[in-house]
């Protein structure tokens, strides 16, 4: 006997499933501004300010760009250059020959120091621009306001970009073979050295220590004793005319002119970017790391910011097919500008099957309540972006929101009056009949056999 139809029973059924991971923390993808400054060859560049100072081989001249406005002054050097530093307001231009030129970047005073041989690498520390003249075994340390040699430091220091670099009161070179690196005290000018089992191809110092970048393409951190810390393996071809930077959170920047590609090391994390042409030079500003490419006569820059990361994520029912999403969004570089819930039908085809809202920040937690629709599966998962539009996203929880009613005292379940027949319904029942086909087929060819036996 029947019974009485039960009061409606809501089933709400939550499950979740990773369907992909999150990902990790990376650089961020090449950006090209607009192209509103004037049309060059670019190549070595620098950063002061909001000014970008780019080396323009089409009309040997550097030019000084706003970053504002995008207005350029153009500087006519009608030389090729070997390097470019920045010291305060003032710019150190080599260009390749047997002079200095000191520009001032406020009042546009610009002063010529003539040098005992051709300058190959500028770095600007401890107050005095250094120049290093390999033909003459020779650095320079030079006063870029009175224009005086302050230091003088005998080494047969490599050629090139790259091969120089100060810090923390000392002086980081390769030597000429780059075999060996050699670590300078400004304060009591006491060497020492290192010497590497892979020629070294760059150098870059900082506080406590230096990096080095090999021609068998890795990285080394080298401590202040001149100790091996820790070693990166590159992708094969990387150390070509490679520049390395380090920024004050640890991260290790790398540019590879020759694979096209800005790098960064975090930890034991290599990341890499491509850029769309071979690179020329490269700079680092606050927030990112602008490089030239000459070939394509632009410029453009990798921001420095890393994507959002979800750390948490669930979704609780709150009654009915009400749920509510939580989500805890982590920004390493404090850059954060919109949390999103993005709710996914699988089972719908156009604009209804993609939903998202914004979510709300409440008590250190992004909040959202959303609704599933009755018989349907969701895929929900929570992306955040930051101003770069860097895309975290975090693992996928599947929501499914059941309608049951219970009709007997057996417990049978049946969809509820006006319940939507899904596509996958559909597709079980075709598959079931085709099955069934060839069996009918084969019983209605024996039973007609059966027939004309009796008749004979």
């Known amino acids: 006997m029947r019974r009485k139809a039960l009061p409606l029973l809501l089933a709400i059924l939550v499950s979740a499933a990773i369907l992909y991971p999150e990902p990790v923390n990376?650089?961020?993808?090449?950006?090209?501004?607009?192209?509103?400054?004037?049309?060059?060859?670019?190549?070595?560049?620098?950063?002061?300010?909001?000014?970008?100072?780019?080396?323009?081989?089409?009309?040997?001249?550097?030019?000084?760009?706003?970053?504002e406005t995008w207005e350029t002054k153009s500087l006519k050097i009608g030389k090729e250059l070997s390097d470019l530093a920045i010291l305060g307001d003032l710019l150190a231009i080599a260009p390749r020959d047997k002079h200095l030129l000191i520009y001032d970047l406020e009042t546009g005073e610009q002063r010529e120091l003539e040098v005992p041989g051709r300058i190959e690498d500028l770095e600007a520390g401890d107050g005095l621009i250094w120049a290093s003249i390999p033909l003459?075994?020779?650095?320079?340390?030079?006063?870029?306001?009175?224009?005086?040699?302050?230091?003088?430091?005998?080494?047969?220091?490599?050629?090139?970009?790259?091969?120089?670099?100060?810090a923390g009161g000392s002086l980081w070179a390769i030597e000429e073979a780059g075999e060996s690196v050699v670590k300078i005290d400004l304060r009591s000018g006491s060497r020492s050295s290192l010497k590497l089992e892979e020629p070294a191809a760059a150098?870059?110092?900082?506080?406590?220590?230096?990096?080095?970048?090999?021609?068998?393409?890795?990285?080394?951190?080298?401590?202040?004793?001149?100790?091996?810390?820790?070693?990166?393996?590159?992708?094969?071809?990387?150390?070509?005319?490679?520049?390395?930077?380090?920024?004050?959170?640890?991260?290790?920047?790398?540019?590879?002119?020759?694979?096209?590609?800005?790098?960064?090391?975090?930890?034991?994390e290599i990341t890499e970017v491509r850029t769309e042409a071979r690179i020329g030079g490269s700079a680092l500003a606050e927030d990112r790391i602008w490089f030239s490419e000459t070939a394509k006569q632009r410029i453009g820059y990798a921001p420095l910011s890393r994507p959002p990361r979800i750390t948490e994520f669930r979704v609780e029912r709150v009654e009915g097919n009400l749920?509510?999403?939580?989500?805890?969004?982590?920004?390493?570089?404090?850059?954060?500008?919109?949390?999103?819930?993005?709710?996914?039908?699988?089972?719908?085809?156009?604009?209804?099957?993609?939903?998202?809202?914004?979510?709300?920040?409440?008590?250190?937690?992004?909040?959202?309540?959303?609704?599933?629709?009755?018989?349907?599966?969701?895929e929900v998962h929570v992306s955040a972006v930051d101003k770069f539009n860097n895309l975290g996203e975090s693992e996928t929880i599947l929501v499914e929101a059941k309608e049951l009613k219970t009709l007997t005292s057996q417990q049978t379940i049946q969809p509820s009056q006006g319940a939507a027949i899904t596509p996958a319904e559909i597709y079980a029942l075709g598959s079931s009949l085709l099955l069934l086909l060839p069996i009918i087929m084969a019983l209605v060819y024996l039973r007609g056999r059966r027939k004309k036996r009796r008749r004979r």
Do not use: C
């Open 136 to 166: 003459q075994d020779l650095i320079l340390g030079i006063d870029p306001i009175s224009l005086e040699v302050e230091e003088r430091i005998e080494l047969n220091i490599a050629s090139g970009r790259g091969k120089l670099s100060i």
């Open 323 to 378: 749920f509510k999403a939580y989500a805890e969004v982590d920004d390493p570089d404090g850059d954060l500008a919109k949390v999103y819930l993005i709710v996914f039908y699988p089972e719908l085809v156009g604009s209804a099957q993609n939903r998202s809202y914004e979510m709300s920040l409440e008590d250190g937690s992004y909040i959202r309540e959303f609704r599933v629709d009755y018989g349907r599966r969701a």
């Open 26 to 67: 990376a650089l961020s993808k090449p950006v090209y501004p607009p192209q509103k400054y004037p049309k060059m060859v670019p190549s070595l560049m620098a950063v002061h300010g909001d000014q970008l100072i780019v080396q323009d081989l089409s009309e040997k001249a550097v030019d000084l760009i706003s970053l």
């Open 203 to 268: 150098i870059k110092a900082f506080e406590s220590g230096a990096l080095i970048a090999t021609s068998g393409d890795k990285i080394l951190e080298i401590s202040s004793d001149l100790k091996v810390q820790r070693s990166w393996s590159l992708e094969k071809g990387s150390a070509a005319e490679i520049q390395v930077y380090r920024l004050e959170d640890g991260r290790i920047i790398y540019v590879s002119p020759s694979r096209w590609v800005i790098g960064e090391i975090e930890g034991d």
